[in-house]
């Protein structure tokens, strides 16, 4: 055990932490006041991601038995009762908890699984299947918005970005490159649109919580669809290019805002791709080491700065 | 030799200015802290893989060189740097300096058993344990102690030491047991908190590789036997972590502390795996009703402390989105279906398969 309450009271006798804070402070330090919301919420994802395993191996092995229609009744009814579960805390108007939480992600999930399944059975779509995963990210972003929940609205960029066919292409920089360049071009554009739908939100001044997710997957989307052209011969350079001007902005976004994650994205990627590049075009394995060494050592230099601005700005 | 590291006063109070977020640079606090620099465990833990890669990368070029013994002319370099950055630079728990100092040592560890003429499974298991213990007490470095254990646990299994028992058995004891001192060790009041996170690292970490140890063991023999037979494998891979699992429960609950906490769900996640050689039910089945009770408790032990009971509640205290946050947030996105491959994967005429274009009847 680690008590530093002797510490926090120097700092109020110092002057350096106010008494609200420092009270705050030791009663963490003392266990008088103990939360076991984390602890809590993990235990609700691996709930919630065990019942979807489950759910999916009964799809995949009952379809005889039970049959297609059955079974998507049975999951529309499940997700149906998850929803009124939210419905009924919002109608009372009582803050949702963790619990209310995720028993909302897994009916959205489980809907998720269900049209999936149901689209794989009856092709409702056709030729265009994919739009399902379109239906699905309007459903889950309209009810993120009804219910306030960030976790459906990464579920609904999730199925955005499938429709746009990003999920399991960019994610992959191993592929062919004509696969890599178009990969290159989806990623990016889910990574605008992801950006339009932000800056509507910031405008009509939404959730904050939701800016976050945006700007997160985003960014992260961006950065993967660059790197994908930087891993292809014929557009390595462009990528380059991208690559260095959206990590430019996301390190000025972490800085602007003091958050380091999106400097750490924009190091880190940029030192990634700069790397991928100097294997392709510099000649021999020693100048190639070299070179990706002080790229290495040039992006640990500059986080370190940055996390040294991000470190003054705040205090 | 002078190790340069801080003190364990200076070093608390580079803990509570960066859990308070106070000025580093005040005069106050920088008296208190000796002038030495810590940083967030995300940059911490970017500038490690960039330390890391740095450190193979300059191994990489002594050896294109042809250097010779380029491992120790450059692990030599690179413990230089890393002592650099500790003495004259202040930097602790940086990341970057661990990085250097571990490639550094383990360069010239191994190096140094190529010298003696190569040593064997155990030899090798026991050096570079060694490297990892050393490396983690010069840079107090909880990863570090913790992997040291995980590899003496091989050292064990390849050691052989009791004929009568099971060689992955007393692997499995061994980590059991340090999981389990570190559980007992963690009521003790430290001076350092690098120390009490080396505990806390250690008691959550070492119980999966105990029941990973016997798991397959505990899997093949039941398997062969068709029926659930308490072997010794099976035996320590149910009652050891069931064991574990209520001490660390009782422990977290009266110390008011998170890492028991994390030990006893590590503890039920190895009890729920080992359990299904003795219940009879589909994997399906398992899963969904595993699931369906863990959120039952979860929600009802949510409900039963929203007002907190004795301190205990399960309302988050700040109210700042943190790296928990946008990992639940990931974790939710990674839950959503994904869309096929491509297109030309998703067709294929009678195939049936979830996804796929045939109508075969067949799932």
Request: a positive charge.
């Amino acid at each position: 055990m680690l008590s530093l309450e002797a510490e926090i009271m120097e700092l109020q006798a110092a002057g350096l932490v106010t008494g609200p804070v420092a009270q705050r402070a030791v009663a963490l330090e003392r266990g008088s006041v103990f939360s076991v919301y984390e602890e809590l919420r993990v235990a609700l994802y691996l709930a919630v991601a065990a019942i979807l395993a489950g759910l999916g191996l009964v799809l995949k092995d009952h379809l005889e038995r039970i049959g297609p229609a059955t079974l998507v009744l049975a999951l529309a009814v499940v997700a149906a009762l998850c929803y009124a579960s939210a419905l009924r805390t919002g109608q009372r108007r009582v803050e949702r908890s963790a619990g209310g939480e995720y028993l909302l992600l897994l009916g959205a999930l489980i809907l998720s699984a269900d049209l999936a399944y149901a689209e794989a059975q009856f092709h409702w779509f056709g030729a265009q299947w994919s739009w399902h995963l379109l239906v699905l990210a309007v459903v889950h972003g309209a009810t993120a918005y009804y219910f306030e929940s960030p976790l459906l609205l990464s579920v609904s960029v999730a199925s955005l970005a499938g429709w746009l066919g990003v999920q399991g292409q960019t994610l992959s920089l191993v592929a062919w490159e004509q696969l890599l360049h178009q990969s290159g071009w989806r990623a990016l554009s889910c990574a605008m649109l992801l950006l339009g739908w932000r800056e509507a939100h910031r405008r009509r001044g939404g959730a904050r919580p939701f800016l976050g997710v945006l700007d997160h997957a985003a960014c992260n989307l961006a950065c993967w669809g660059a790197l994908a052209w930087c891993v292809a011969g014929s557009t390595r350079m462009a990528g380059l290019a991208v690559l260095g001007v959206l990590a430019l902005c996301a390190v000025r976004v972490g800085l602007r805002r003091g958050q380091e994650l999106f400097v750490t994205y924009g190091i880190g990627y940029a030192t990634f791709g700069l790397c991928v590049v100097e294997a392709q075009v510099i000649d021999g394995s020693l100048a190639t080491t070299i070179a990706a060494l002080i790229t290495v050592v040039v992006a640990a230099a500059l986080l370190w700065r940055c996390h040294g601005l991000i470190r003054a700005a705040a205090t | 030799m002078i190790v340069q590291r801080p003190t364990p006063d200076q070093e608390r109070w580079l803990r509570i200015t960066a859990r308070l977020a106070l000025p580093r640079l005040a005069p106050e606090v920088a008296a208190r802290t000796g002038g030495w620099k810590s940083v967030s465990p995300l940059a911490r833990s970017a500038l490690f893989v960039l330390g890391i890669v740095a450190a193979a990368l300059s191994l990489a070029i002594g050896e294109l060189l042809h250097v010779p013994s380029f491992l120790v002319v450059v692990g030599v370099a690179l413990l230089a740097a890393a002592e650099w950055f500790s003495a004259p630079r202040h930097f602790f728990s940086c990341g970057i300096e661990e990085a250097l100092g571990l490639v550094g040592l383990a360069a010239v560890a191994v190096q140094f058993q190529e010298w003696i003429g190569g040593v064997h499974d155990l030899g090798m298991s026991l050096l570079i344990a060694a490297v990892f213990a050393v490396a983690g007490i010069r840079f107090l470095n909880p990863l570090f102690i913790t992997v040291a254990a995980v590899l003496l646990s091989f050292a064990v299994y390849f050691s052989q030491a009791l004929a009568a028992v099971p060689a992955s058995v007393l692997a499995s004891c061994f980590c059991f047991a340090v999981a389990a001192g570190a559980l007992l060790l963690g009521a003790k009041q430290f001076r350092r908190p690098a120390h009490e996170q080396m505990t806390r690292w250690l008691m959550v970490t070492l119980p999966w590789c105990a029941y990973l140890w016997v798991a397959g063991i505990s899997w093949s023999l039941n398997v062969a036997i068709g029926v659930p037979v308490l072997s010794p494998a099976s035996a320590v891979a149910l009652l050891g972590p069931m064991t574990l699992g209520v001490l660390a429960l009782l422990a977290g609950l009266k110390r008011r502390a998170h890492a028991p906490l994390m030990t006893f769900m590590v503890c039920l996640a190895c009890v729920v795996i080992e359990l299904h050689h003795y219940i009879r039910l589909s994997t399906q089945a398992r899963l969904i009703a595993g699931g369906c009770i863990l959120l039952a408790v979860a929600i009802a032990l949510e409900r039963a402390l929203r007002t907190p009971h004795r301190g205990i509640t399960a309302r988050r205290l700040t109210g700042d989105v943190g790296v928990a946050d946008l990992l639940s947030i990931a974790g939710a996105a990674a839950l959503a279906p994904a869309a096929p491959a491509s297109a030309a994967d998703r067709i294929r005429g009678g195939g049936g398969e979830f996804g796929g274009g045939g109508a075969s009847g067949r799932y």
